[in-house]
């Protein structure tokens, strides 16, 4: 049966989370869905389809995994802090409790600021725009940690001495994962997080994991006085809510980026039936303000201010559900 109460709710957290940003002098933008080109990012995959006109000839085109790529695009032109409640679309996802392949996404981009500024903004978010009843997690006081201090409390690894990939791999077997004579440094460092670090991290409240390591290449900025990112991502009752950059500016940072990931993307996937998007060759030559972008699961923050351990019930038409039985929930 359908859950009109939960589609309330929805509703009614959107509509205090749109007055928020707005009150706050944010420009509510909507962007496209469908792009002939991504950002590459080869840990995605995504869905594509054909546009067809007998004029132009046909286009293969992507459906957005988040949107980013034209979000930087309006902050290029000037558009100040902006933010946009979307359809994002992921292929190959796990279906059922915290994910479904369409899902929504809040994003919003603060300029002039840095990721810092928007853990303060995001703590201000969640608390002005709280649901009534919401879990005991609200009142308590967020926790900032970084991942250097995650990791060795939760996993009892020296991220000063992870640089060195021997290391990395006497604490991987240490931990009794056994890595690869080849094994990339992320991929270890990634195993070690995924199975020791992030299941320990407090479920009693928000938490912002910070500072993540340089190696794991994205668009946040570096550092620059430590082998880290300007970046964190947010946790829920241990489940991911929300990632953020400060954003990268430079470059010749952002186009060796796309190269980088680009053909990785490439050799990953060639032979395989799997999208393989093209790069936006427009992007590395943005003029990007200093600001941070900040993305977060709507569907999955909606479930942590019911109380809910899974997203499902507040889908109105669930993947799983049509996949099962080709049946409305009526």
């Not at 957290?13 to 002939?36: A, M, N």
């Not at 489940?239 to 500016?249: G, L």
Request: with cysteine.
């Amino acid at each position: 049966m359908f859950d009109f109460n939960a589609a309330r709710k929805r509703s009614e957290l959107f509509s205090s989370i749109r007055r928020f940003f707005t009150g706050k002098d944010f420009l509510e933008v909507s962007t496209p869905t469908l792009s002939p080109y991504l950002i590459p990012e080869p840990t995605i995959k995504v869905f594509s389809t054909e546009f067809c006109n007998e004029f132009t000839g046909n286009l293969q085109l992507y459906m957005i995994p988040s949107p980013e790529i034209f979000m930087k695009k309006l902050l290029a032109a000037g558009s100040g802090s902006i933010f946009q409640i979307s359809q994002c679309f992921r292929n190959a996802e796990q279906l059922g409790s915290i994910h479904n392949p369409e899902f929504t996404m809040l994003e919003y981009y603060l300029v002039n600021a840095d990721e810092k500024d928007s853990i303060e903004l995001t703590i201000e978010m969640i608390e002005k725009t709280r649901l009534e009843g919401c879990p005991g997690w609200i009142e308590e006081k967020p926790l900032v940690i970084t991942m250097a201090e995650a990791m060795k409390k939760y996993a009892g690894v020296d991220m000063d001495k992870a640089e060195n990939i021997d290391y990395l791999r006497k604490e991987a077997e240490r931990l009794s994962l056994t890595p690869g004579p080849d094994e990339p440094w992320d991929d270890t460092f990634n195993r070690i997080f995924l199975t020791y670090t992030e299941p320990s991290l407090p479920k009693d409240r928000e938490v912002y994991l910070t500072e993540y390591p340089e190696r794991i290449r994205c668009l946040a900025a570096k550092d620059g006085t430590k082998p880290v990112r300007r970046r964190w991502e947010m946790y829920i009752n241990g489940i991911e809510i929300a990632n953020c950059y400060a954003e990268e500016t430079d470059k010749n940072e952002m186009a060796s980026y796309f190269e980088e990931e680009e053909d990785k993307l490439t050799r990953e996937r060639m032979g395989s039936k799997d999208a393989i998007p093209p790069a936006d060759p427009s992007f590395p030559d943005l003029d990007i303000p200093k600001s941070s972008g900040t993305a977060m699961g709507l569907d999955r923050l909606l479930a942590a201010e019911l109380g809910l351990k899974t997203i499902e019930p507040l889908l109105l038409f669930p993947l799983s559900d049509m996949l099962t039985d080709g049946k409305s929930r009526i």
